[in-house]
Nanobody, 128 residues
Framework: QLQLVETGGGLVQPGGSLRLSCEVSGATLDKFAIGWTRQAPGKEREGVSCIRGADGQTSYGDSVKGRFTISRDNAKNMVYLQINILKVEDTGVYYC?????????????????????WGQGTQVTVSS
């Protein structure tokens, strides 16, 4: 059973930065596509980013391109989401998730396929 635990959320001022971490246990990262989704209050869930299991190729949602960077540390089984130039509209609960279709990151970000495993989420609040 794959388990994912997110950390790193918090309260940040607009324009600031934050790094979210996702600790993955139960399998190595090359076996899954690992992604981040977010849900803002009163809004639908939105795919943010994904990193492909086989080769680490990344995909991003249009609203975060250029500001968000997903990366991984295979030795530590960790996936990270670096968020820069935070905006108020980035506020929400950020979830780390994993899917078995390791080559389908773009589809996971577009939410064409559902992730199979989810973390509990970490709150990001952007406010002055």
């Amino acid at each position: 059973q794959l388990q994912l635990v997110e950390t790193g959320g918090g309260l940040v001022q607009p324009g600031g930065s934050l790094r979210l971490s996702c600790e993955v246990s139960g399998a190595t990262l090359d076996k899954f596509a690992i992604g981040w989704t977010r849900q803002a209050p009163g809004k639908e869930r939105e795919g943010v980013s994904c990193i492909r299991g086989a080769d680490g190729q990344t995909s991003y949602g249009d609203s975060v391109k250029g500001r968000f960077t997903i990366s991984r540390d295979n030795a530590k089984n960790m996936v990270y989401l670096q968020i820069n130039i935070l905006k108020v509209e980035d506020t929400g609960v950020y979830y780390c998730a994993a899917g078995g279709l390791t080559d389908y990151c773009a589809a996971y970000v577009r939410e064409q396929y559902p992730y199979a495993f989810w973390g509990q989420g970490t709150q990001v609040t952007v406010s002055s």
